[in-house]
């Protein structure tokens, strides 16, 4: 079992998957983790500062 | 007056392609300072993780379709490779919602739109081809699902998902081409159209 070192000492996986249910929605917790981070990495994206911005000097 | 040569078609395609695409447009040195966002990095990302996807697909193809059940260096380079595609897919999205977000086919830049979205459909027809490759009990359990779902179109009398040679052909051969070949497409359209500017800075120009 690779469980015990790496992420799995942290995190066990070793487990059916938890769900969330909504009427005629379902969606495994997992996958809605999956969703809001890229929610957050797009929203992130959209308003963290780039590095040397200021400095640029490319063609308009 | 033009020559024999001048009016072979190597020639005639060369000038053709060098009109278009200029090296200097091919390759630039340096970028429209709008490109200075985070926002702009997904594609290039993307790319980077297709790179590692066919990479590590192209070292579990060495020792044929199961070895990496077996073996704890086949096991690793099986997760690269997942994770990897897991990687391209969130990189992929959130430049399809950039995009989407810039209206990114103004400017005549509609075929760059298409090309991107057909790239898109054929990665994930590529992941579910890979999905159903994984030969355990998680790929019988996908692939019987999506026999109902695909024979419900008429389409399983060519694409049978039960068949893993014909799933597995389609994965590391025919699949990986046609993603590769749109995405060399994509780029090219990006350097001949250029990086679309945000909507704002179109609007300031056009005013």
Redesign the interface.
């Known amino acids: 079992m690779a469980q015990g070192w790496g992420l799995g000492a942290l995190i066990n996986l070793n487990h059916y998957g938890h769900y969330l249910q909504w009427h005629v929605f379902s969606i495994s917790v997992a996958n809605l983790l999956v969703i809001i981070v890229m929610i957050a990495t797009f929203v992130a994206a959209l308003v963290a500062p780039f590095p040397g911005r200021r400095n640029r000097k490319g063609p308009q | 007056m033009s020559t024999d040569i001048d009016r072979q078609w190597t020639s005639r395609l060369r000038r053709s392609v060098v009109a278009k695409l200029p090296p200097d447009k091919l390759l630039p040195d340096?970028?429209?300072?709008y490109?200075?966002?985070?926002?702009y990095?997904?594609g290039v990302t993307t790319m980077a993780a297709l790179g590692v996807v066919i990479a590590t697909g192209c070292i579990l193809a060495l020792d044929g379709p199961q070895w990496w059940h077996s073996s704890s260096l086949g096991h690793f380079v099986n997760s690269l490779h997942l994770w990897s595609v897991e990687i391209f897919f969130?990189a992929m999205?959130?430049h399809l919602?950039?995009k989407f977000a810039m209206a990114a086919w103004r400017g005549g830049r509609s075929l760059t739109w298409v090309t991107g979205a057909i790239t898109f459909m054929v990665s994930i027809l590529t992941a579910f081809t890979g999905y159903v490759s994984q030969t355990n009990f998680d790929s019988q359990w996908i692939a019987t699902q999506a026999k109902d779902g695909i024979n419900s179109t008429g389409g399983g009398a060519f694409f049978n998902v039960l068949n893993l040679g014909q799933m597995l052909m389609w994965h590391i051969v025919l699949l990986p081409i046609g993603a590769v070949l749109l995405t060399v497409l994509h780029v090219v359209m990006v350097r001949v159209k250029g990086v679309v500017p945000p909507i704002v800075e179109t609007v300031e120009l056009s005013a």
């Open positions: 340096t970028q429209p300072a490109v200075a966002s985070w926002i990095v997904f969130f999205v959130i919602w950039g």
